[in-house]
């Protein structure tokens, strides 16, 4: 009786089909995830980048998703060149090819000017204060007006239009300023006018109407919102010189107000009978 084989002929076709299965099937889940890889990814799919420059941002957008591809802005910046809002760059770039669904990323042109904190200048010599000024973008009229001041060639006052500037007020890029610089002691004297009640802006522009300044200014609480004149040096109603100097007491209490200082006491007339 002859040795048997280990495998029968059938084992080793058994095998041999199943090897065959299982080949097929991983060729097909192989196939499967490329596939699904490929739908997923949209892989292959490549469009042409319209250009999108000089238009708004919701007149570009659907251009962008009519190609399958998406829109973002990142970054904005300022040009009088174009117009405001419009778009000024785009990545990728126009003519290009991406693939579908890529975004596309967008700086546009800023909607207004960028604007700038008017920084204190007052007291600041009329050369440095053009310097600040034009280091912040703004232009500086050629032209001052001068108003009397004890001290000379400070700045008194920053105007746009007649108006005055107060510090930490926003102004756009390119605005032109005119600077009030004083030119020393006028020989005119002039009334003090009353300030009790008002804030230190309110006080600075009413002495400057009267071309007086402020001197010192002495406050009861160290934050500086919201305080009021209470007490003024030389009272209301003296008089003094041209660019002369008015300290002033300032509070937030403004119950503190003197208003008896408002006004020099008027002496009353002896009355004959």
């Not at 080793?12 to 890889?37: D, K, P, R, S």
């Not at 949209?42 to 190609?67: F, K, W």
């Not at 006052?157 to 006028?186: A, C, H, Y």
Request: overall charge negative.
């Amino acid at each position: 009786m002859g040795k048997r084989h280990f495998f029968s002929k059938f084992d080793f076709l058994f095998i041999g089909f199943n090897i065959v299965v299982a080949m097929f099937v991983l060729g097909g889940m192989i196939w499967g995830l490329v596939a699904y890889l490929r739908s997923y990814t949209e892989h292959g799919i490549e469009v042409e980048v319209p250009s999108v420059r000089g238009m708004i941002v919701e007149d570009a957008l659907p251009i962008l998703e009519e190609q399958g591809l998406r829109l973002e802005v990142i970054d904005s910046t300022y040009s009088e060149k174009v117009p405001f809002g419009s778009i000024v760059e785009q990545d990728p770039q126009p003519q290009s090819h991406a693939k579908h669904g890529r975004t596309v990323y967008v700086t546009v042109n800023a909607s207004g000017k960028r604007k700038v904190l008017m920084p204190d200048l007052l007291n600041m010599s009329s050369r440095q204060a053009v310097m600040t000024l034009q280091g912040l973008g703004l232009i500086v009229d050629t032209v001052y007006d001068y108003e009397p001041s004890i001290d000379s060639d400070l700045v008194l006052d920053v105007k746009v239009d007649g108006v005055s500037i107060q510090e930490n007020e926003k102004i756009p890029v390119g605005t032109t300023v005119r600077l009030v610089v004083g030119f020393g002691l006028g020989t005119e004297e002039v009334e003090v006018p009353s300030l009790i009640g008002l804030t230190l802006q309110e006080a600075r522009s009413r002495l400057l109407d009267c071309h007086l300044t402020v001197g010192a200014v002495i406050r009861d609480e160290q934050e500086q919102a919201g305080q009021y004149v209470y007490s003024q040096t030389p009272r209301a109603g003296a008089l003094i010189l041209e660019g002369d100097r008015v300290t002033l007491r300032l509070s937030t209490d403004r119950s503190k107000a003197d208003f008896s200082m408002e006004e020099d006491p008027v002496e009353e007339e002896d009355e004959w009978f």
